[in-house]
């Protein structure tokens, strides 16, 4: 699935949420230089959405706070199985 995001370098701590919009704005602590803040939004995102950081991938806005993000679409149940 591909996600539309909005990113907030230099922040206090790691967060992601969601946008009124249906967005998730990803708060990292890393700054904005030599790609630190990509390789916190990947690691972030990953573990928003429990999945292996190599399996999300930015596809465009590597130099931008606006990023479109492609992220495996969960597999299995999303609820446990009782019974």
């Known amino acids: 699935m591909r996600l ?7 922040a206090h701590v790691d ?8 967005s ?29 950081k190599s399996q999300v991938r930015i596809l465009t806005g590597l130099s931008s706070r606006t990023k479109t993000l492609e992220v495996p679409d969960p597999s299995g149940p999303t609820l446990p199985i009782i019974g």
């Open 4 to 10: 539309r995001i909005r990113v907030k370098p230099g």
């Open 15 to 22: 967060s992601v949420s969601r946008e009124p919009d249906g």
């Open 24 to 52: 998730l704005r990803v708060s990292v602590r890393a700054r904005a230089q030599d790609g630190k803040a990509n390789e916190a939004v990947v690691k972030a995102v990953a573990g928003f959405y429990h999945v292996p």
